[in-house]
């Protein structure tokens, strides 16, 4: 009767599951969501020629960041299975079939006679409490919409947000064209970035040829049609080695396209077009030039004859004017 209520409990219990945990070592990882320090990085990527105006910036995260520290334990899912009617059937085997065979192989007659089978069901890593450490890492990464301010000359500002990877590009002479005038000198341009406890900033400077020849290229031909005529002045006159000529709009509304074709006996300024573009009202803008004449020319007279057109009609006046080029003795 014993033995009969061990039976019966096999077949209704016929399979179970059991879990054995395993330590699997110490593991340390970082949190970025509450760092100690954060530091702002700027490197400058490219800066512009005369043939490419591209600034180009990389902007980054120094994150200094806590240490944390937890114990990690396999768990392994195990079921196994028992099968009541496996000792009947090995016993007909071997009188009737091939059975006889298992009892030369050891390892194959006990799951023969118990029909005990085992079955991994999966395998899961559990991580204690985390205990955070005294030490700390330093993780650089890109800075994903970080801000930059580019500053040129004390005079132009602009706030441009990084792209996802933490990069910046800005035509230059786009801003250097929004210079009060003309560049005289080189110019010195500060990128700076931060965060709300620190700051980082670099700073180059662009040399007279390049700046004037970016100052030239940024120049917006956009179509625009004004809500209010414009109203330009006209100012020509030498500066140095320079034919300068500068428009400035003191009218209601911005000229569009605005443009110059200059016209002189001299075959090296004949024919020459100037660029204006868009003024906004309260702005100037120039053109210039450099004079084809060699360092030891005393004394010259130069007559010029400026054409203008504008896309809604609101060009300035043409303009007729005798350069003076008097060198030193």
Not at 71 to 86: G, H, K, L, S, Y
């Amino acid at each position: 009767m014993r033995y009969l209520q061990l039976l019966l409990l096999c077949v209704v219990a016929s399979g179970c599951t059991y879990t054995v945990n395993s330590p699997a070592g110490k593991v340390q990882f970082v949190d970025q969501k509450a760092p100690v320090r954060v530091a702002p990085v700027i490197s400058l990527a490219a800066t512009p020629t005369v043939t490419d105006p591209t600034l180009k910036i990389q902007v980054a995260r120094k994150v200094q960041a806590p240490v944390y520290e937890a114990e990690e334990t396999d768990e392994v899912a195990t079921e196994v299975n028992f099968d009541p009617t496996r000792p009947i059937a090995f016993l007909f085997d071997t009188l009737f079939g091939e059975g006889l065979r298992l009892l030369t192989q050891p390892e194959r007659l006990a799951g023969a006679l118990t029909g005990l089978e085992s079955t991994v069901l999966g395998t899961k890593r559990v991580r204690s409490e985390p205990r955070r450490t005294s030490e700390t890492q330093e993780i650089v990464e890109p800075w994903k919409a970080g801000a930059v301010t580019i500053d040129i000359d004390n005079a132009v500002s602009r706030w441009i947000v990084a792209d996802d990877a933490g990069v910046v590009s800005v035509n230059l002479a786009d801003e250097i064209a929004r210079l009060p005038t003309y560049p005289r000198d080189a110019l010195n341009v500060a990128v700076s970035t931060a965060t709300a406890t620190e700051r980082d900033e670099k700073a180059f400077r662009l040399d007279l040829d390049t700046a004037r020849a970016l100052y030239l290229k940024g120049v917006d031909m956009s179509p625009h049609t004004p809500g209010a005529p414009p109203q330009t002045g006209v100012d020509v006159r030498v500066d140095g080695k320079l034919l300068v000529v500068e428009i400035t709009n003191r009218g209601a509304g911005a000229t569009a396209q605005l443009r110059g074709t200059l016209q002189s006996p001299l075959a090296e300024l004949n024919g020459r077009e100037m660029l204006f573009g868009r003024i906004p009202p309260g702005h100037q803008r120039a053109w210039f030039t450099e004079l084809p004449f060699p360092e030891e020319t005393r004394y010259a007279e130069i007559p010029i004859r400026i054409v203008f057109s504008e896309l809604n009609g609101f060009a300035p006046q043409d303009v007729e004017a005798t350069l003076t080029v008097a060198g030193s003795d």
